[in-house]
């Protein structure tokens, strides 16, 4: 075996490059020698040479106890002879050349079967039943599922240069050579130091915490970097970089586009990168295309093999974007052709419930009201009182800012199907607002008819219909025995109006004839309960309402089986609310500004930090900040507190003390929605308010400007980034929900904005639903398609229709 010189001049360049000072390599160039020389004594075969080769003495160097001028003597020496070698040319190997990583094509793949991509991913060569049981967590258990396991980015390591190239600060790869790497102490803890080179220099690199590279780095190996490369003490250094043995193999690690996949624990990103390299070359061609071809050429997407491949390495960034690109569509495609068929399902197989409209009385009651309904809101009412008449069940979505008056539209048609003879459910997303909805539909109802009574949970109206109207409360919190006696009434249909929380959907709840169901505050609901409720009834009408303003696009994409409907005004005078967002230090003067409300007749709400996404928690922390405010800062002031925590009879004690204004100030937790209509409240103080996005926000900030009192919103941040900033700042200038949507979504992306997954819907891990373009092409091509098959049975749409059937039912929600 020829013996490489290379890496010992590298180092002695190194070492005289730095001064003779001993530096060149960690723990000295006298132990490097030896190992080196020892290793280099092995596997010379030339007697000649071995003879001048030990007159080096480099496994006997002492190097160290040289001083300076001996130093630079002896490395000249080595230097010369080494230059007196150059002539064995037979005796060293050619220098480095710059090495392109070769880009081998994955080999022809196995015709499309598709069966082997079901089989669990323990069938795969290196695959645990422990791995299996970690990639179970993320959600992956058969092969397809690890194709469908993309990167949530890729790092670009596709730079590569030259060592005497390198920049500082910049993520940067090198193809070179080991000259040594060694186990050594980095900051106090075992780590990886290697000196690597190519024929333009050399350079370090340095792992920390991490003595295994070491070992898996022999000394004259090729080896391909790719990190940041920072500058150390005037010279560049490769700070924990990826790296992998430059061998005949496609580059996994380096050199390229490299995938970064969101793991659990235990799983390590090189084993993961290895085996999914692995996968995506065997399997992904297995894959069938299920687009029909016209529309995928239409689209100009990229076949969906090539899409997966690219997913996950990318040759370059073009064709990262065309996977992605094709990957989306085909979730929003999905999706669209889900939403599509449940909507036909719902509306075609099932004949609905035709309520037939009872004018006077629906006339009597909107007299009654205090107030005109704004035209937005006839214009709802229209919509929703032609739907109801329709022997085809309505699905509809109501969208209007906090205060637009969804209630009271809400309730009318709540009265016209009691009025016709059926039954109608009002689902709240928490009990404090079913209770609210409760008290504030009698307080409506109540003004025209002619007597009320009352009994627990239970109002009777008298003189609206021709016989009495019974409103009824059913939240989880009621005893054992008035729940049951609620159940019961509903079932013998002596309730008419049913207000209440999830608790409506549960299997004891049986309705006697179901006509409508309204469903407030849509996006706390999944489609799963959606459909529960459906299923309560005969087919009955479905009113989703909500106060997020959803842009279009996206309430099309998300709820495209419902129609819109949009009130799209406020009530006349109500005002802009001043809104600020305010630092830590501005803190006493709000609470100065609070003080001054308050002392002038108002009152005002306080959001408590967001601590976590647990009631318990929340609780906790809310029960704290209410008695540091009492204490310390409002201690004339009367305080109350509500949280999730507490029963619906202890919120219920809260809330009325509040609105009675017995309570100035209330202290509430983020989770629970202060739905309350309190008209005398002005001020809003949300605490660590960059922590919540736009609508959340314009939620809260909607709890106030409910009366004739200007009212305020202050918003205290503690430490913004600069995305909080700007959602601050966008709040801070503008009212309208929608608008703030919109820029909400540009800012935060749709996954936090609204989560899929909350919604009950498939996954969407490629597509982006602020990509309008997309989301709007992906709707126009499911359109089409529906209209043209809309059973999706034609040969050409087997594949398609197996895909739509699997994905929603991954979804577990498909009915
Ligand atoms: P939402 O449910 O959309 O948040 P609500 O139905 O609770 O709104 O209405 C908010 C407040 O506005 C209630 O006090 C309600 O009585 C009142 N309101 C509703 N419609 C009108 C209207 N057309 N004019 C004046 N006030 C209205
Ligand atoms: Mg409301």
Not at 496 to 521: M, P, R, S
Not at 584 to 605: D, I, N
Not at 638 to 666: C, N, P, T, Y
Request: one cysteine or more; hydrophobic letters at 40%; proline letters at 5%.
């Amino acid at each position: 075996m020829a013996l490489n010189f290379e890496p010992l001049h590298k180092v002695l360049e190194l070492e005289r490059d730095k001064g003779y000072a001993d530096t060149a390599v960690i723990g000295g160039l006298d132990k490097f020698l030896r190992r080196w020389a020892a290793q280099a004594l092995e596997s010379i075969t030339s007697p000649r040479f071995l003879a001048n080769f030990k007159k080096l003495r480099l496994d006997d160097a002492k190097y160290a106890s040289l001083n300076q001028e001996q130093r630079q003597k002896w490395i000249a020496g080595v230097f010369a002879f080494l230059e007196s070698i150059k002539t064995e040319e037979a005796e060293v190997k050619p220098p480095p050349k710059k090495v392109t990583p070769p880009r081998k094509r994955p080999a022809a793949l196995p015709k499309a079967s598709g069966q082997s991509l079901e089989l669990p991913i323990t069938s795969l060569k290196g695959v645990s039943t422990a791995m299996a049981a970690k990639f179970k967590k993320l959600g992956v258990q058969t092969i397809r599922d690890l194709l469908y396991f993309f990167p949530h980015r890729h790092l670009d390591y596709s730079q590569t240069r030259h060592i005497s190239e390198l920049t500082g600060g910049e993520e940067q790869t090198i193809t070179a050579n080991v000259w040594q790497a060694q186990v050594t102490m980095l900051g106090g803890r075992r780590g990886t130091e290697a000196i690597v080179g190519d024929e333009t220099g050399n350079v370090r690199a340095v792992w920390f915490n991490n003595p295994y590279v070491a070992k898996s780095l022999p000394t004259n190996a090729r080896v391909v970097l790719s990190g940041r490369v920072t500058v150390f003490g005037g010279r560049h250094v490769f700070e924990s970089p990826e790296w992998e043995l430059l061998e005949d193999k496609e580059l996994v690690h380096t050199g390229r586009l490299v995938p970064l996949y969101s793991l659990t624990r235990g799983l390590k990103p090189r084993q993961v990168r290895k085996l999914m390299k692995q996968v995506v070359d065997q399997f992904a061609g297995q894959v069938a295309d299920f687009l029909p071809p016209g529309l995928r050429k239409r689209c100009k997407l990229v076949e969906l093999p090539k899409a997966i491949i690219q997913a996950h390495y990318p040759e370059d960034e073009a064709a990262k974007d065309d996977a992605r690109t094709r990957l989306a569509f085909d979730e929003l495609f999905l999706l669209q052709l889900g939403v599509l068929a449940r909507r036909r399902q719902w509306q075609e197989s099932q004949p609905g419930t035709p309520v037939s409209i009872e004018k006077p009385v629906l006339d009597s009651f909107i007299k009654s009201l205090p107030f005109e309904l704004t035209a937005a809101q006839q214009k709802v009412l229209k919509e929703m009182l032609s739907d109801l008449e329709k022997p085809r069940a309505m699905s509809r979505l109501l969208q209007g800012e906090v205060g637009s008056g969804k209630t009271v539209v809400a309730t009318a048609a709540l009265l016209a199907a009691a009025a016709s003879g059926y039954q109608g459910a009002f689902m709240a997303p928490t009990e404090i607002l079913a209770e609210q909805h409760f008290s504030s539909i009698s307080e409506i109802l109540s003004r025209t008819a002619s007597k009320v009574e009352e009994e627990d949970n239970l109002r009777r109206f008298s003189g609206l219909l021709d016989r009495p109207l019974n409103l009824a409360l059913l939240i989880g919190d009621l005893s054992q025995a008035s729940k049951q006696a609620i159940q019961r009434r509903i079932r013998d249909g002596e309730v008419d109006i049913i207000i209440g929380t999830h608790a409506l959907i549960q299997k004891e709840v049986d309705f006697n004839k179901l006509g409508l169901a309204v469903v407030d505050e849509q996006h706390r609901f999944g489609v799963a309960q959606r459909s529960a409720l459906r299923q309560k009834g005969f087919n009955p009408h479905v009113l989703v309402m909500t106060a997020t303003p959803i842009p279009r696009t996206l309430a099309l994409t998300l709820y495209g089986d419902l129609d819109l409907s949009v009130i799209d005004e406020l009530p006349p005078g109500r005002q802009s609310i001043k809104t600020r967002w305010l630092k830590q230090e501005q803190r006493t003067s709000a609470y100065a500004f609070l003080k001054r409300q308050v002392a002038e007749g108002r009152q005002a709400f306080i959001i408590c930090p967001l601590v976590e996404e647990s009631e318990a928690i929340q609780a906790r922390a809310a029960v704290a900040e209410y008695e540091r405010l009492s204490r310390e800062v409002f201690p004339d002031l009367k305080l109350g507190l509500i949280h999730g925590r507490l029963s619906a009879a202890e919120k219920d004690g809260v809330m009325h003390r509040f609105r009675s204004g017995e309570l100035q100030v209330l202290v509430s937790t983020p989770v629970v929605e202060v739905g309350i209509d309190v008209p005398n409240a002005t001020v809003m103080l949300v605490e660590s308010a960059d922590r919540f996005g736009l609508s959340q926000l314009h939620q809260f900030r909607g709890r106030v400007g409910r009366g004739s009192q200007q009212s305020f919103c202050m918003l205290l941040a503690e430490n913004p980034s600069d995305i909080g900033r700007q959602r601050l700042d966008l709040i801070e200038k503008i009212q309208d929900g929608f608008q703030l949507a919109e820029e909400d979504l540009k800012l935060r992306g749709p996954g936090e904005f609204f989560g899929t997954r909350q919604s009950g819907l498939p996954d969407l891990r490629m597509a982006r639903l602020s990509d309008v373009k997309l989301l709007e092409l992906a709707r126009t091509e499911a359109i089409r398609l529906f209209e043209q098959d809309p059973g999706l049975r034609s040969p050409e749409h087997k594949l398609l229709s197996a895909e739509v059937a699997r994905v929603w039912q991954a979804g577990g929600e498909w009915s």
